[in-house]
Each structure stands twice: as C-alpha cells, then as structure tokens.
C-alpha cells in the first residue's frame, strides 16, 4: 500500500504555484516538489498537484499497488467523490481519469495539520 500526499502552495501576488508530494511506502519516504504553471487561483495548483503526485506515484510504483491518497483541499476530494466539479470541470476529468489507472485508489480529504510534510515541500518548491 502506497500513501500519497498532495498539496499546493500559490503565491498570491506572483501567480507563481508549487507542488509537495509525499510518497509513503512501508515505511519508506519519497519526499518531491515541483513548480506548477502559472494559475488564476490555489484551487487549480491543488488540482495540478494531485495530478503530479498519482503521476509520480504511477511511474515509481505502477498501477497494481493499492493506494491511499490524501489531500487538504475539499475541493479535489469532493470532485473527485462526485466525478464533477463544476468550476473546474476540464481538471476534474483528467484527475478523475488518472485515479481510475489505479487497481484501487481511495481518496480521503485531510485537514491542513495532518498534511504536513506535503505542505512544507511546496512551500520549499514555492521559494
């Protein structure tokens, strides 16, 4: 079983967003950010970080491990529970599409306290 954190950090007078994915596997750490394109609000940088994140997740463990992904932000995980987001439908379907890669994935909405370490890494990718 795979734990995946996701979380996005967006400066709000640059546009400038960051990802932090924190890949958990029996007990082990994988600790990456990125920088994420220039978007209008820190709800399409959440958007594009739990993209980035079931991405690395897929290339670096593959399709068959079950995983747990884990998010701050309702938003990503209601759209994902509901397979629609009206304010972001266009993110919504490709996220939706890559969970469904997955042999299992369950997603579950954490608060900000309890993401932590996916926070701190893109506030790091955000400097």
Sequence with gaps: MVKLYTDAATNPYSQQSAAGILLVDNGQQIQLKFPLPDVSDNHQAEFLAA???????????????????????????????????????????????????????????????????????ALQALK
Aim: proline share 4%; charged share 20%.
């Design 51 to 121: 993209l980035t994140g079931l991405k690395e997740c897929r290339a670096r463990f593959g399709l068959t491990k079950p995983v747990f992904f884990y998010s701050d932000s309702q938003i990503v995980i209601d759209s994902l529970n509901k397979n629609y987001s009206k304010s972001y439908p266009d993110l919504c379907h490709e996220l939706c599409q890559a969970c469904d890669q997955f042999n299992l994935l369950v997603n579950q909405w954490l608060p900000e306290k309890e993401n932590q370490g996916a926070h701190n890494l």
